[in-house]
């Protein structure tokens, strides 16, 4: 699955660097919103489905979540919580899956943007094709660093009360970057 995942966020990192970015801002701004919005107002009925579907549907799951997760520059969880959530899978599982599965997607999306992805003219000091350097040499410490803390305070909290907090962060996302596109 994980090889699965990689061709695909190969695949959406690749169409990344052929597409002008304020479709790519629309895009992940739509997808995080109606994710929180899906999540908030399903809070309290059934989910969506009963379990998660057959290994041909798990196949397409995966390789949507790797492809549009690639396209907007994401880890996964903006797609795979809501996701896994909607096929009744707990919440505080969902979160451990899309920790798991952040490095698989991020690690090629990053390495062929950074290797296809044409440097901005107005890009910061330090950009190389499509990857800030500066960004990700103080995202990576503090991203590991911080991850035990986060799967500690996780496991902690009521998955209902996981999944709001979880949905508001997401939602404020999303709606900042539709504010940026259209004010």
């Known amino acids: ?43 309290g009925k059934s989910a969506l489905f009963q379990q998660l579907p057959n290994q041909a549907g798990q196949t397409v799951m995966g390789a949507s979540i790797g492809f549009f997760s690639a396209m907007v520059g994401i880890g996964g969880g903006t797609i795979s919580v809501p996701l896994l959530t909607l096929y009744n899978y707990p919440a505080h599982k969902a979160v451990g899956t899309a920790a798991a599965i952040g490095l698989i997607i991020s690690l090629p999306g990053a390495l062929t943007m950074l290797i296809v992805g044409s440097t901005p003219t107005d890009a910061p000091v330090g950009t190389f094709g499509l990857v800030n350097l ?37 939602l404020l996302t999303g709606l900042r970057m539709l504010a940026q596109i259209f004010l």
């Open 134 to 170: 500066m960004g990700f040499i103080c995202i990576v410490p503090l991203t590991v660093l911080f991850a035990p803390l986060g799967a500690s305070l996780a496991a902690k909290l009521d998955a209902a009360k996981l999944k709001k907090i979880f949905a508001v962060v997401l």
């Open 1 to 43: 699955m994980g090889c699965l995942y990689s061709n695909w966020c190969v695949g959406g990192s690749w169409l990344v660097t052929r597409v002008e970015g304020t479709l790519l801002t629309l895009l992940f701004g739509v997808i995080a919103t109606l994710s929180a919005l899906n999540m908030l107002f399903r809070t």
